[in-house]
T-cell receptor
Framework: AQSVTQPDIHITVSEGASLELRCNYS??????LFWYVQSPGQGLQLLLK??????LVQGIKGFEAEFKRSQSSFNLRKPSVHWSDAAEYFC????????????FGSGTRLSIRP | KAGVTQTPRYLIKTRGQQVTLSCSPI?????VSWYQQTPGQGLQFLFE???????NKGNFPGRFSGRQFSNSRSEMNVSTLELGDSALYLC??????????????FGPGTRLTVL
């Protein structure tokens, strides 16, 4: 069965510092991978997705993620965080055969230190 | 284009009651999925509807049901509410999810509190 692990429950970084959020997945075939962000009281917004091709994926708001098959990882990065990036971040995987069924990780809460 | 809308945004019910939540997808989107979000279990897939048919189902009891109308609007129903059903219920729509290439767009959710 597919699963997604986000090992960091809560991360605090200083404004302007770089960010990397970790994500590991378990899936037999080539996965469809996503990163979503959720601000308090809001729904989920897609940051980026990977289906195939270039393993470095660019997303919105200056985020990028790199798919590493050998490490079963799909880490999210941003070179310089802004206070508005404080939110909950979810890594997710979907099945090819039923791509509407997304399996989410437990989330990483990001706090920004002024 | 308007986003996914969910009504109501907040609901308070008591144990044993039933509740119906509504989701209007983005215009032209034919697939609607529902998710439950709780602090303990995180985000969990409930079910997906496409062309008025349930196409995928998660691991939830039969008390959780849904349907989709010909205009793609969807409702989910929870009968005999339990305290553990308190959650944020999120709806997501996509054009056509076959092959996994379509992005799911999420609504703001309905916050259900069961007392």
């Amino acid at each position: 069965a597919q699963s997604v692990t986000q090992p960091d429950i809560h991360i605090t970084v200083s404004e302007g510092a770089s960010l990397e959020l970790r994500c590991n997945y378990s899936y037999g075939a080539t996965p469809y991978l996503f990163w979503y962000v959720q601000s308090p009281g809001q729904g989920l917004q897609l940051l980026l997705k990977y289906f195939s091709g270039d393993t470095l994926v660019q997303g919105i708001k200056g985020f990028e993620a790199e798919f590493k098959r050998s490490q079963s990882s799909f880490n999210l990065r941003k070179p310089s965080v802004h206070w508005s990036d404080a939110a909950e971040y979810f890594c997710a995987v979907a099945e090819y055969s039923s791509a509407s069924k997304i399996i989410f990780g437990s989330g990483t809460r990001l706090s920004i230190r002024p | 284009k308007a986003g996914v809308t969910q009504t109501p945004r907040y609901l308070i019910k008591t144990r044993g009651q039933q509740v119906t939540l509504s989701c209007s997808p983005i215009s032209g989107h034919r697939s609607v999925s529902w998710y439950q979000q709780t602090p303990g279990q995180g985000l969990q897939f409930l079910f997906e509807y496409f062309s008025e048919t349930q196409r995928n189902k998660g691991n939830f009891p039969g008390r959780f049901s849904g349907r989709q109308f010909s205009n793609s609007r969807s409702e989910m129903n929870v009968s005999t509410l339990e305290l553990g059903d308190s959650a944020l219920y999120l709806c997501a729509s996509s054009l056509e999810s076959q092959g996994g290439t379509d992005t799911q767009y999420f609504g703001p959710g309905t916050r259900l509190t069961v007392l």
